[in-house]
């Protein structure tokens, strides 16, 4: 039996998993496992600037393709601790990410030892697993139990937390002979899935409801299959959006109080039937649950079965792994189709697409400073159906998603539930990693910018070409707005007259100089009519030079995004609707007037 260290036989069963990169910070209680890291070979690495920016990174990197699991790596002490915002971001959104720590010696983890803290009890609540190994000989085990879990059920994290003399003891271990547990995952049956289609074809005006399940689930090609067999409109959520592409006739549009379109609540307020398939109802889409609830049945499937009913009880629950279970409802509908006993839907579907000609917002704006609707439009007009967009909380993230164009699935790339100022930078490199051969472009206000600049330095050492654009108002612009209702304006304001770049005015930072500083370029504009220009200099530099470019607009000050406060049928539109074509040049269907 091969002998080795029991950090060389993590690192052997990190590649026997699938692992192929990681990122992190090295450390002294982690240098063991560094070291085999090194003495294996067979796994890239990136050296983050922040070890919650290497969370983030590897959040980015698993949301990226099917399959992959994003490493990240720390020492004992703070470097868990930083760690913790990733995993509740991961955990929140179902995403598979793994977190090493580094650990004091098993003698002295309770005697106060330098950087000793228990790290796997304060993991616990935001992972599947958190274990600190006390035994070599688990080491295997535990590693290989962590994989297992992570791909099972609901897809989450997991923490491994090893001591310094754990990693250096050596054991028996044959990575030859090592294989992966299955994973996993429950299915419907074929009878709750007949079941679940009578509902739907008893239904005059029916929706899917489509989740991040399904784009975790690998499954969204089944997804649109099903809704063409049907004719059945969807909505995808903001975990979902790009299962079945923006200009798809059967795309209704998105639902909620946030990121939604006009035409989305419009359509859903009219259904009578939801069909939610790997979706949470989370609040920001439901809003109050009696407007959202009123008048319609609802079933609900979901690979967690203690989802089921957390929010409110549907008519009828299926706990099931989404492609399982769109597997089934595509052979249903097949069979279905075949014997002529679906409906025509197409009246339906039509109505939708009316209403999306119909209710748009404006995004077209000469303004001078500009008004951040323009940003997006110009976004549209720049970067193609290809393009990945990475983005987490603020004003700029729900306005981008309320008039930016999604057309494949894990091109929208959002950190839904946690929302973590700083996320962007980070989780964008780590999407720049797993698909270098991909436009990547972030979009972030100025104040998730600035929580985490520090790693666009590590997109300038390990070259990982970006476009980044920064949406600048000086403001936490979501904030102010939410404050609207106590009538405040308190400590939201980031301006302030920076004595080295007085030509900035009262917008402070000078994110270009911090940016070039860093090794990236960056480009700032102030007139919207230059922004195609700069979106164009910056594919360049980005393709010439390698490194993130910051494309930097100067807003207005203050701008209202459309927005409720509580009930999707009272969203407020704070600015112009569009009333004429030329009010959204951009929009997926020509307005109509």
């Not at 077209?364 to 007009?381: C, G, L, S, T």
């Not at 070039?516 to 700032?524: S, T, V």
């Amino acid at each position: 039996m091969p002998r080795m260290t029991a950090a060389r036989a993590a690192v052997e069963i990190l590649k026997r998993e699938g692992v192929r990169h990681a990122f992190g910070v090295p450390g002294a209680a982690i240098n063991p496992f560094y070291a085999a890291l090194k003495g294996a070979g067979g796994i890239d690495h990136t050296l983050a600037r922040h070890v919650e920016g290497a969370s983030h990174m590897a959040e980015g990197y698993t949301r990226t393709h099917p399959g992959n699991i994003g490493v990240c790596i720390g020492t004992s002490g703070p470097a868990g601790t930083d760690m913790i915002t990733g995993l509740y971001s991961a955990t929140g959104d179902s995403i598979p990410i793994l977190c090493i720590t580094g650990q004091a010696p098993t003698a002295v983890i309770q005697k106060e030892d330098f950087q000793a803290v228990d790290i796997a009890s304060i993991a616990k609540p935001v992972t599947k697993a958190a274990t600190t190994v006390m035994e070599a000989a688990q080491v295997p085990g535990v590693f290989q139990q962590a994989f297992h879990l992570m791909r099972s059920g609901r897809p989450g994290p997991a923490l491994i937390d090893l001591p310094i003399d754990v990693q250096l003891t050596e054991i028996d271990f044959d990575p030859e002979t090592y294989e992966p547990l299955p994973a996993f995952k429950p299915a419907a049956t074929r009878p709750q899935i007949e079941k679940a289609i009578r509902f739907l074809l008893e239904s005059e005006r029916p929706l899917i409801v489509a989740g991040g399940g399904i784009i975790n689930a690998d499954a969204s090609e089944l997804l649109v299959e099903f809704a063409e067999l049907t004719g059945t409109p969807v909505v995808p959520t903001l975990m979902g959006w790009g299962i079945l592409a923006d200009d798809h006739e059967l795309n209704a549009g998105m639902v909620g109080l946030q990121t939604s379109h006009r035409y989305g609540n419009a359509t859903f307020l009219e259904s009578d039937f939801v069909l939610g398939i790997g979706n949470r109802w989370a609040n920001r889409h439901t809003g109050k649950l009696d407007v959202y609830t009123r008048g319609r049945r609802f079933v609900h499937v979901d690979i967690e079965p203690t989802q089921i009913g957390k929010i409110f009880a549907p008519d009828y629950g299926i706990a099931s792994d989404a492609k399982a279970a769109l597997e089934l409802f595509v052979e249903v509908a097949r069979e279905l189709k075949a014997a002529g006993k679906l409906p025509d839907r197409s009246d339906w579907a039509a109505s939708t697409q009316e209403r999306k000609a119909q209710l748009q917002r404006r995004t077209h704006f000469d303004a001078i400073p500009m008004k951040p609707q323009r940003v997006y439009e110009e976004m549209n007009k720049a970067f193609g159906p290809e393009t990945r967009y990475v983005t987490t909380i603020g004003l700029s993230q729900i306005a981008g998603a309320q008039m930016l164009h999604v057309y494949r699935p894990r091109h929208w790339i959002n950190c839904g539930q946690a929302g973590p100022l700083g996320w962007t930078i980070p989780a964008a490199l780590g999407v720049a990693t797993a698909a270098p051969e991909a436009p990547v472009v972030a979009l972030s206000g100025d104040y998730d910018f600035q929580f985490m600049l520090e790693e666009l330095a590590v997109g300038a050492q390990h070259q990982i070409p970006y476009i980044h654009v920064l949406v600048n108002n000086a403001y936490l612009g979501l904030i102010r707005q939410a404050q609207r209702n106590l009538d405040i304006n308190f400590q939201v304001n980031l301006e302030f007259e920076n004595i080295n770049s007085p030509e900035l005015g009262v917008y402070g930072v000078d994110h270009v100089k911090v940016a070039e500083g860093l090794g990236c370029k960056a480009i700032r504009v102030t007139d919207p009519s230059q922004l195609g220009a700069a979106f164009e200099e910056a594919k360049k530099l980005a393709a010439e030079h390698r490194v993130p470019v910051v494309v930097e607009a100067i807003l207005e000050r203050i701008t209202n995004i459309s927005m409720g406060a509580a009930e999707i049928d009272k969203v407020s539109e704070w600015e112009e609707i569009a009333t004429e074509p030329g009010h959204a040049p951009t929009a997926i269907k020509p307005l109509k007037v």
